[in-house]
């Protein structure tokens, strides 16, 4: 199974930028679709973009379409997250995930590899 990490999150202001990054240990990293997810205090984990394993599928939740960016570089065993014009409600732990399926998925239950998790908060 994929080891997941995370690395990018911080504090912005609102309208500013952030790019995540999550790092898959092994070999298998290209047989995973990828997902992003993140959850604020006292919420659920949310759906938040996915890529399928060739990259050339994505998915996004509306609240983040246009602004956010999904990408992965399966040379690098990387999957990355940019995202632009952040508002205070984006604020939450970002997590990557993986799935076993080839096509990108919104459900948690999908997903069999999760990363701890990154902070992003943004400042009004």
């Known amino acids: 199974q994929v080891q997941l990490v995370e690395s990018g999150g911080g504090l912005v202001q609102a309208g500013g930028s952030l790019r995540l990054s999550c790092a898959a240990s092994?070999?298998?990293?290209?047989?995973?679709?990828m997902g992003w997810f993140r959850q604020a205090p006292g919420k659920e984990r949310d759906f938040v973009a996915a890529?399928?394993?060739?990259?050339?599928?994505?998915l996004y939740t509306d609240s983040v379409s246009g602004r956010f960016t999904i990408s992965r570089d399966n040379a690098k065993n990387t999957v990355y997250l940019q995202m632009n014009s952040l508002k205070p409600e984006d604020t939450a732990v970002y997590y990557c995930?993986?799935?076993?399926?080839?096509?990108?998925?919104?459900?948690?239950?999908?997903?069999?590899?999760w990363g701890q998790g990154t902070q992003v908060t943004v400042s009004s």
């Open positions: 995930a993986g799935s076993r399926l080839a096509s990108p998925q919104t459900l948690l239950r999908m997903y069999d590899a």
């Open positions: 890529i399928s394993r060739n990259g050339l599928s994505t």
């Open positions: 092994g070999r298998t990293f290209s047989s995973y679709a």
